[in-house]
């Protein structure tokens, strides 16, 4: 795939003194590696690529979006089977970088086009202001009495404001953490309340959301990273790649019939069925998925929970966009790059030097709850007096070594108190 990040852009104005200059940008020196090349492969790579060519954004932040609006668009018709559990082609994804710099939304607006040309009836299910579990719910209902409910039960939520989705998840009586992993799992959605007893049973439900570095790191706290909320992400960062001063061609897609062949893969998946692993990927798949079931400590492992499980949701959603009726090697390999580039894209939003979640919930807390830092009490009570003393120790020692915290004391009525700050250097900040 190109990402014509060494030639120019033709522009959509032929009759100027020339093709227009543009600048590749460097990646900042800690930014994850890119995707591996079988990542692009088959037909969203060809799309990616053409695309790529004529916008700043990040080829790997068009990629993850194109697949995961696909999977949207392909319903719950299609799906792979592990023992009684039916994965479907519905993805969530979350897209890190700078805030307007990293050109999320320019993304975001060239698949939204490519996607809406290939499934004009998806647009009416693109929705955003994900606020409660019961308003997920809601709109993607069952009939019930009188209320027909949606005709059409696929949703696709795209969040360009992720941050305050994740405040929301926060707050003790909100729903919408455990609907949003529900949604993910494919299983029915319901809430049981007096006010708001709608129920979904065929929801087919797909999140893109868009947010910082530094807002991921402050409203995602230990407890979404432990419960299962965030591991049902893939985190992908993304930057501005290149310069062009005028922009590249308005219709990238323009005469490549590409949208055309998306549209069939799209029409093909919606019937699909069962699609089971061909017998090279069946192989393959039995050497990565020893690796992908083995736990990692620390935030990494956490946040990588469920790599088997995207692993064979991006292979299945690889095959569909090809048209295949079986996930072949080659759609395996596609899926295991991209999922591979979402780990080092979490490692690297998170800035993982501690390798710890509890380390991570008071880094979290000191550096953006505490600017003043917290005493060893106030730290005990934030891990609501069930953490060992040792526990805290340890994590308070990493995140000291990792020189993100400094020790200082504090005076009492009676013995000096430990007071932690967050430490006044440049890897600290963020």
Known sequence: MSTGATSPAAGPDSSGPGPRPERPLEAPRDWPSPPAAPAFD????EIVGRIAEHTEADPAAILAQLLVAFGAAAGRGAWFEVEATRHHPNEFAILVGDSAKARKGSSWDHVERVIGR????????????????????????????PDPGPADRRLL????????????????????????????????LALMTRTSPARASAAHVSVIGHITGAELRRHAGAVEIANGFLNRFLVIACRRVRLLPEGGERDPLAGSGLERRLAAAIAAASGAGRVRLGPRARELWHEAYERLATPVPGISGALDARAEAHAIRLALIYALVDGAGEIAATHLESALALREYSSRSASWAFDESAGDPLAAEIWIAIRHAAPDGLTRTQIRDLCHRNQSG????????????AGR??????????????????????????
């Open 42 to 45: 088959g037909l969203a790579g």
């Open 118 to 145: 290939a499934d004009p009836s998806l647009p009416a299910r693109i929705l955003t202001g994900l606020s409660s579990g019961e308003g997920l719910i809601w709109a993607v209902r069952d009939p019930c009495g």
């Open 157 to 188: 939520v795209v969040e360009p404001e992720l941050a305050s989705v994740l405040k929301q998840t926060t707050r003790e009586i909100n729903t919408l953490s455990p609907v949003l992993r529900s949604a993910w799992d494919g299983r029915a």
């Open 390 to 401: 040792a526990r805290i120790d340890g994590a308070l020692a990493a995140l000291r070594s």
């Open 405 to 430: 915290i400094t020790r200082g004391r504090v005076i009492t009525g009676g013995r000096p108190a430990e007071l932690w700050s967050a430490a006044a250097s440049p890897e600290a900040a963020g």
